[in-house]
């Protein structure tokens, strides 16, 4: 059964920064594009960034562009997001998934990490 499990997340102040981790298990990581998404309280899940397979292709909303990286480790089967600059705002459940052209190719989620950035 594919799996993702997500890591890393916690209580932060505005301006600091934190690095999710991303562990998938059971499918060819390296031939999968994957995304995180995050969803607030009250507010529809939406995409934060999008890498390809080897990593080279990269990209953001607009709204984490330039304080948000994505990268992947694919002997690891793990992918990251590094974020700096972290504002209110940016408080959510994140998640990791696969993208085959189609977002949640093999129906499956995992727990989330949650952020809150709050002083």
């Known amino acids: 059964q594919v799996q993702f499990v997500e890591s890393g997340g916690g209580l932060v102040q505005p301006g600091g920064s934190l690095r999710l981790s991303c562990a998938a298990s059971?499918?060819?990581?390296?031939?999968?594009?994957m995304r995180w998404y995050r969803q607030a309280p009250g507010k529809e899940r939406e995409l934060v960034a999008t890498?390809?397979?080897?990593?080279?292709?990269?990209a953001y909303a607009d709204s984490v562009k330039g304080r948000f990286t994505i990268s992947r480790d694919n002997a690891k089967n793990t992918m990251y997001l590094q974020m700096n600059n972290l504002k209110p705002d940016d408080t959510a459940v994140y998640y990791c998934?696969?993208?085959?052209?189609?977002?949640?190719?093999?129906?499956?989620w995992g727990q989330g990490t949650q952020v809150t950035v709050s002083s």
């Open positions: 890498i390809g397979t080897s990593g080279r292709t990269r």
């Open positions: 059971e499918f060819t990581f390296s031939t999968y594009a």
């Open positions: 998934n696969a993208y085959s052209g189609v977002s949640d190719p093999f129906g499956s």
